[in-house]
């Protein structure tokens, strides 16, 4: 991807106004302006995924220090500001329904914060028709502690997962490349991860923070990896320092995020440039066995993979059937499918006949399986 690009400045754009933006001249860039109005720039239906870290309303009542009298950095910039619990709710309501609109049919939306804000944004989510998928808690291996010593230390912040509409299909959930990375296990909804620090932290000229709330890279991949596809466009509208972008062009998504401070603009563009993007071959995602196309047990029979008259046992040779041209099995005097006849023969109501059955190759049992996966492969080839 070429440097990220800076598109244009949207602070006198109305909330009214149609889109004025083509989607390929603001990918990979940067819009400086208002979120809500730049929103309002933006095509019906352009976005795949909207990562949105909006101000948190955090309510600082002066200042914060140690123990030791030090004086804590804490978030007080005059974007996290609001008059009143009414203002933040106008404010949730506003950037939200231009966010539903550029979302796709089949987009999802990721909202974080703290508890602070995340559950008026989330009443907000649900009134205006969006429908929550999960909750997904950001666990803090170092959070900050709780100098004042009267709550408990605040060490996670959530994060709302929602479809664009209670009915809404086909959206993206990587289900089993999830699984791969968690050791074949179910991915959780509680996320482990440290706060920015270190090096990834970004500074300015003097050692300050050039963004108080810049979140972990890694909390944003293992977002993308979850709802997004290598390509699909990512949404920021609160692009602060840019770590959605950095990951979005290191992972091949698109991006467009929205800022209107011009110091996180310049941080973030800097910080994008210098990100190289992983190679293509390296993003391919594992295939969900839903999105795998379906192949009937007869297609087996048809492709000369198994005969007429072959025997399929289970794989302890407990139980036997034959394999019919018709493409069932018959055992005991019965003839039903692949599934019927496994579940049948153990007294279950249900059976997966592809890991049940199998056939003998040189003196080896082997589930029919494999042989649904040999015609997998030229339905690939065919589809090239």
Known sequence: MSSVRLVSSRDDVPSSAKPQFKLEDILDGIVKGDCVAALDALPDNSVDVIFADPPYNLQLDGDLHRPDQSK????????????????????????????????????????????HNIFRVGATLQDIGFWILNDVV??????????RGRRFQNAHETMI??????????????????????????????WLFPICNGGERLKDENGSKVHPTQKPEALLARVLMASSKPGDVVLDPFFGSGTTGAVA????????????????????QARIDAVEPAEANTLKLVASKRAQPRVAFVSLLEAGLLKPGAVLTDAKRRWQATVQADGSLAHDGEQA???????????????????????????????????????????AVAGA
């Open 249 to 268: 062009k290191r992972l091949g998504r698109r991006f467009i995020g929205i800022e209107r401070e011009q110091a996180y603009i310049e941080a973030a």
């Open 72 to 115: 804590v950095d804490a978030v007080d910039d005059h974007w996290d500001q609001f008059d009143s619990f009414q203002a933040y709710d106008a404010f949730s309501r506003a950037w939200l329904l231009a966010a539903r609109r550029v979302l796709k049919p089949n987009g999802t939306i990721w909202v974080i914060g703290s508890y």
């Open 161 to 190: 997962w929602a479809s664009r509409d209670q009915d809404a299909k086909g959206y993206t959930f990587n289900y089993e490349a999830l699984k791969a990375s968690n050791d074949d296990l179910q991915m959780r909804s509680d």
């Open 337 to 379: 499918s692949i599934h019927r006849t496994g579940a049948v023969v153990q007294g279950l109501d249900a059976c997966n006949g592809w890991t049940f059955w199998h056939f003998e190759e040189k003196g080896a049992l082997q589930p029919i399986d494999v042989l649904r996966a040999e015609i997998r492969k030229t339905m």
């Open 138 to 147: 950001w666990r803090k291996t170092n959070p900050m502690p709780n100098f």
